[in-house]
């Protein structure tokens, strides 16, 4: 049995699915952990999603930031994006099956292997959380979206406060602060905020800030964490880190990484994808 780990989807299911059978991904046989973002700007986040819910836990999946935009768009606490392509999956006959099924699925997942474990999640970990911390806490979120009034959360979820953490954040800023670590980090200060100003690589930080993966003193160092989330950052292939975001919606590839008998044994495998949407 094969684990993979894949890249964001961003409703490309065309590419998602000449990945599968480039990777000869059996669902009967292999596990793969989709690093969130499975839906939104690509042109068919329908078929991802009911491809997703029929695989019957082979494919792992996480909630990204466009995953729970969705979420946000059909509760009606969100306006939709200008640049969102999410009207198939609002008007399917099956709409509440596939969002009743997307509410399930976590922000975080530490995942056994070859006597190891990797944590996978969309984003990015605060330095402060260990890898069992962060999938708690991720929990905390998971409960929240479960919950028969989950809109609530769905409309205070947004903003950019709390940005740094403190185990003493309760209510609705507690749960804002672990949506925006795991599912749109990117940079921090090197005291540990959270900062949303910029996208750009990591090779080029922005004045003042750090790539979350270089804090000094983070938990996580020297415990596998595969994520995406960041395009610009493209392909990390670390020994601790994984960066699967590839750009596919973009014209760039989706990526997969195939374990061997133990998470240092890596193998990366890519599919070029079309251009659903230009960048900015």
């Known amino acids: 049995m094969a684990l993979y780990c894949i890249g964001d989807l961003q409703g490309c299911d065309g590419a998602f699915e000449r990945l599968l059978a480039h990777i000869g991904f059996s669902a009967s046989r292999d596990t793969a952990l989709l690093q969130g973002d499975l839906v939104n700007r690509g042109p068919d986040s329908l078929a991802v999603l009911r491809r997703c819910v029929a695989a019957d836990g082979a494919l792992l999946c996480l909630l990204g930031n466009h995953d729970l935009h969705l979420l946000a768009v059909a509760a009606g606490a969100r306006a939709p994006g200008r640049r969102d392509t999410l009207n198939a999956v609002l ?10 099924w997307l509410r399930t699925q976590p922000l975080a997942r530490l995942h056994p292997h070859g006597g190891e474990t990797l944590l996978a999640v969309h984003a990015g970990v605060l330095p402060q959380w260990s890898a069992e ?15 028969p ?22 209510g ?17 200060t090197p005291d540990g905020a959270m900062d949303f100003s910029s996208n750009e690589s990591a090779t080029e930080p922005p004045p003042g800030l750090l790539p979350w993966f270089e804090l000094p003193g983070r938990r996580t160092a020297g415990q596998l964490v595969t994520f995406g989330h960041w395009s610009t950052l493209g392909k990390l292939d670390r020994p601790d880190l994984l960066g ?3 750009g596919c919606v973009w014209g760039g590839c989706l990526s997969a990484v195939r374990f061997g008998k133990t998470l240092a ?6 599919v070029a994808c079309p ?4 960048p900015g």
Do not use: H
């Open 133 to 147: 911390y962060t999938v708690a806490l991720a929990g905390e979120v998971q409960a929240a979206l479960r919950e």
């Open 91 to 100: 008007n399917a006959p099956d709409r509440p099956l596939l969002l009743d």
């Open 172 to 188: 609705s800023e507690r749960l804002r602060a672990i949506v925006n670590g795991l599912t749109r980090l990117r940079f921090c």
């Open 244 to 246: 699967l975001d590839t």
């Open 275 to 278: 251009q659903a949407q230009k």
């Open 149 to 170: 009034d989950y809109a609530l959360f769905l409309r205070a979820m947004y903003g950019n406060t709390p940005a740094r953490w403190s185990d003493a954040l309760q």
């Open 265 to 270: 044994q890596r193998e990366w495998l890519q």
